[in-house]
């Protein structure tokens, strides 16, 4: 059974830096893209960023130069350095793991105050 965990979401002020981490359990996040989303409320939830195992991460416009995705494969953890965060950033952060099926984790709160 695949199992998603995201931690540490927060509260923070705008301008300061939090570390999310995504680990998985029962599949191997080298043979999948691993990929953060975000929903903010009354929002769709939305890409933010994601890695495919051997490629380049991609980002959404809105964090490009911000955010940073990267995977440590060994400790099937995948994470997002979130600088410089912005009132815009606040939102429920959800890690997905996609291998033939869709994995989502239970999502964590990221409170950007201004």
């Known amino acids: 059974q695949v199992q998603v965990v995201e931690s540490g979401g927060g509260l923070v002020q705008a301008g300061g830096s939090l570390r999310l981490s995504c680990a998985v359990s029962?599949?191997?996040?080298?043979?999948?893209?691993m990929g953060w989303y975000r929903q903010a409320p009354g929002k769709q939830r939305e890409m933010v960023a994601i890695?495919?195992?051997?490629?380049?991460?991609n980002y959404a416009d809105s964090v490009e130069g911000r955010f940073t995705i990267s995977r440590d494969n060994a400790k099937n953890t995948v994470y997002l350095q979130m600088n410089n965060l912005k009132p815009e950033d606040t939102a429920v952060y959800y890690c997905?793991?996609?291998?033939?099926?869709?994995?989502w984790g239970q999502g964590t709160q990221v409170t950007v105050s201004s």
């Open positions: 997905k793991l996609n291998f033939a099926f869709d994995y």
């Open positions: 029962g599949s191997s996040i080298s043979i999948g893209v």
């Open positions: 890695i495919a195992s051997g490629g380049s991460p």
